[in-house]
């Protein structure tokens, strides 16, 4: 089964304490992404990656850094969270193929940065 | 500047009647459009996808269309069911050499009434 997986699936912590959220995909997929969910803003972008070693910004990247040291995983790091990036939190893996694009998403990760 | 818009936040449809769920954009240079199903509590479903050089996709009760030159496309979901009822987003990628950039728009909260 096509699987996107990240965990934690929620997550409180404190200003400035280091945390990453791990992700996974099956399916080979060579492009991956992380995004944020806010109320009236939608999804937004954080980073992306092509392929392993590949990673480029999106359209709200401060903050945050990311790996991508093997194909499947793709960790999302706050090197000192603050209370502004607190939020809903989904990768995704993709794919573009015959002329089609297709996009699986995560579960979610809810964090709360007090 | 938001590059892809979706103008109703809300809709509500009939059981077993259509559902069009409309979405703008302004960058003339992306490559491929999407839409998205979200219920509460769950990450974004893929639901179908669009090349640009195409102006009409069908995937079951799922269709979606291609203006170009108003660029504007739509979803028709035939016959709706309640099951249907979620947050649909639609997105636009731009594919430049390798690179993915996803824009999505705010969300349209589709509701299917029995």
């Known amino acids: 089964e096509a699987q996107v997986t990240q965990n934690p699936r929620y997550l409180i912590t404190v200003t400035g304490k280091k945390l990453t959220v791990t992700c996974s995909q099956n399916?080979?997929?060579?492009?991956m992404s992380w995004y944020r969910q806010d109320p009236g803003l939608g999804l937004r972008q954080i980073y992306y990656?092509?392929?392993?070693?590949?990673?480029d910004k999106g359209d709200v990247p401060e903050g945050y850094k990311v790996s991508r040291k093997e194909k499947r995983n793709f960790p999302l790091i706050l090197e000192s969270p603050s209370p502004n990036q607190t939020s809903l939190y989904f990768c995704?893996?993709?794919?573009?193929?015959?002329?089609?694009?297709?996009?699986?998403f995560g579960p979610g990760t809810r964090l709360t940065v007090t | 500047d938001q590059q892809v818009k979706q103008n109703s936040p809300s809709l509500s449809v009939q059981e077993g009647r259509i559902s069009i769920l409309n979405c703008d954009y302004t960058n003339s240079m992306f490559d491929y459009f999407l839409w998205y199903k979200k219920y509460p509590a769950e990450g974004p479903t893929f639901l179908i996808s669009i090349s640009s050089i195409k102006d009409k996709n069908e995937d079951g009760r799922f269709t979606v269309f291609l203006n170009k030159s108003a660029k504007h496309l739509s979803l028709h979901i035939v016959p709706s069911q309640p099951g249907d009822s979620a947050v649909y987003f639609c997105a636009a990628l731009r594919d430049q050499g390798g690179s993915e950039k996803l824009v999505f728009g705010k969300g349209t909260k589709l509701t299917v009434n029995p």
């Open positions: 399916m080979n997929h060579e492009y």
């Open positions: 995704a893996s993709s794919r573009i193929g015959a002329g089609a694009y297709e996009q699986y």
């Open positions: 990656s092509m392929n392993v070693e590949v990673t």
